[in-house]
Structure formats: C-alpha cells, structure tokens
C-alpha cells in the first residue's frame, strides 16, 4: 500500500499474479490427457448430436480466443486493478469530541425560527449543531442523543458527514420524554476513560432541568473533571413565546424549567463554560465561539484515495463466458431440435 501512495493513477496491488498468465497452455502441453475421457456414467442419446455441432472447425479458434481472453480478464481482477486518487491532506488534531443532545418531549417546543418559518428547538439544533460537526476536520466526533435515557448514537469517528448525518435523523422522544443530563455526560466519561487523546471535550445541549436518570448531574461532572473531560454546556429555549389559549393570546416564558445554575455548575466543574442560546443566531454564534475555544488547527497527514476497480474486468469476464456457452450449445440444439421434429 505504500507503493500505491508515492504514485497516482492506474495500478496493480497484486501485480505478480500475471506471471500465471501461460499456465493453462504449460498444463495441456505437460500434463497427460485424463484417462477414461470417453467414458461416461450416464448415456445421453442426444449428447453427440450437440456435441458434434459446437465443435466444428471453424468455432474451435473462436472458443480458444474466447477462453484465453476470459483467463487474463480473470487473473487481472485477481491483481486487483486500482485507481489511486491525488493525495489530499487530512488534519489530525488528536481531539475527541462528543456532542450530547436533548431530544425529550420539551424540545418540541416550537419557539424558534429557522429559515423565515417556526420551528421547534430540536430542528434548529441540528441546522447549527450539524453544520458545527462537518467543520471539525480531523477531530474524531461522537454523538449522544439523551432523554429519559442517555445512549451512543455514533462513536468516536473521524466520519463527520455521517455523525452529522445521524443527528439529522434524530427524532423527539426517541431516548424517551425526560431528561437524564447526568447520564449524558456519565455516558461520555465512560466513552472517553479509555481513550488516548489528548484533548477530551463534550458539548451538551438541553433545554431542561435533570428529571430522570441514575447518575446526579453535579456527581457526573465530578467525575467528568476526575477524568480531565471539559464539558461546554448549552441552554437553549426562548424566554418570550405569544400562547393562544381560551382567554385570547398571552406571552409566556417557554424556558422557565430550564436549570441554568446547574448547567454553569457543570461548565465551572470542569473548566468549560455555559452559553445560552434565545434563536437561532445566538445557537450558531456559540458554536462559532466554540470553534475558537477549541480550535481545529492540527498537523496534516497526507493520503491518497484509492477506488476498487476488480469487478470492471470480473464482470466483464463472466458475460464472455456466458457468450462463450451460447457458442457451443446453440448450433447442437438447433441440430436436436431438427431431428426431433
């Protein structure tokens, strides 16, 4: 593979498997003809007629030009023919960043606007939220969805299309309709104890107060700091939203359940920090800030794409074979069916 990685374009990865091209000519011209050919354990009446017929003197070359060209086909999807790609720089940063995201029943709440239209508090997140995971090249992104319940959407990946392409998916009440912040981030200790980064953040967003779960918020963060994992946590929710009820319209504070002091607590604990996201704007100016406070600046490895190319000739090596058994049988059941007719 490093060969492939100094030189661009068409290769081979197994290049010797060529040398078997003479093989089948070296074996009929050595090896002695297998004896008791002629015999056959079963008698087919018809067997000679169509025998007879796709043997003929002038199909014999085509067959063997037929069967030569299916061989090399063969033996060239064997050396796994490859396209290497032009060598493109990937950044490694050697961060670990693990984003948790509320999806409990509070945060279909549709008190911010996205796009000129109202929207519930989740859509907005995974606007911002997303587009924050496609730009941390060559950190490895991991995603938590908690609710009544904190579980791992995707690991720890350098993929930050697809983890930003799950959390895209993410559906209301899918880890239930609470909310267990302290087992987020004790979800994320247990993810990262093992790890060997350098730098271990999680980025938790919610838009309530702790209500369910086995492990206490201010507990995780203790052992979120034990474990040197710094935790940026996120309020998110308006603090105006015009209700109609049977009374006619009134403004209401649709964040009120919101516990901010516990979300500084946690921030404070373990050397991040809190924001407070009202819109839209205010969610991608924090994830803008956040890009700042843990900046993606890295060393760069070089690599090269490569793309698979062996099913091209495998391919093409199984039609010239059918073509191949059309050529042999079609003259011998034309004859078959002349005289049975």
Do not use: C, H
């Amino acid at each position: 593979m490093d060969e492939l990685l100094t030189q661009g374009g068409f290769s081979l990865a197994w290049p010797w498997l060529l040398l078997l091209a003479p093989l089948p000519w070296l074996l009929r011209r050595w090896l002695p003809e297998a004896a008791g050919a002629q015999q056959r354990a079963v008698r087919v009446p018809w067997f000679e007629a169509v025998r007879a017929a796709g043997s003929s003197s002038l199909r014999r070359p085509l067959l063997l030009l037929l069967a030569t060209v299916i061989w090399l086909l063969f033996l060239l999807a064997a050396a796994r023919p490859q396209w290497v790609g032009e060598v493109q720089n990937l950044p490694v940063t050697g961060r670990d960043l693990l984003l948790a995201v509320d999806v409990s029943g509070s945060m279909d709440t549709q008190d911010m606007r996205w796009q000129d239209r109202r929207v519930n508090r989740l859509e907005v997140v995974k606007q911002v939220a997303g587009d924050f995971i496609e730009r941390r090249k060559g950190d490895r992104v991991g995603l938590i969805l908690f609710g009544t319940r904190a579980y791992l959407q995707t690991p720890l990946t350098f993929d930050t299309e697809t983890t930003a392409a799950l959390l895209g998916e993410s559906e209301i009440g899918l880890a239930g309709r609470e909310t267990a912040i302290g087992d987020a981030i004790g979800l994320a200790v247990k993810r990262l104890r093992e790890d060997g980064a350098a730098d271990r953040v999680l980025v938790l967003l919610t838009d309530g107060a702790n209500t369910s779960g086995e492990v206490q918020p201010l507990q995780a963060a203790e052992f979120a700091a034990r474990e040197n994992l710094t935790v940026y946590t996120v309020g998110v929710g308006a603090d105006e939203m015009r209700v109609q009820d049977f009374f006619g319209s009134r403004v209401v504070n649709p964040s009120a359940d919101l516990d901010e002091e516990t979300l500084e607590a946690i921030a404070q604990r373990t050397g991040g920090r809190y924001f407070r996201a009202r819109d839209a704007e205010a969610l991608t100016d924090i994830y803008q800030l956040l890009d700042e406070l843990e900046p993606i600046a890295s060393d760069v490895e070089m690599v090269r794409p490569v793309a698979q190319l062996f099913y091209w000739p495998l391919g093409l090596a199984y039609l010239l074979a059918v073509v191949g058994v059309l050529l042999t049988l079609r003259p011998g059941l034309k004859t078959l069916k002349a005289q049975t007719s």
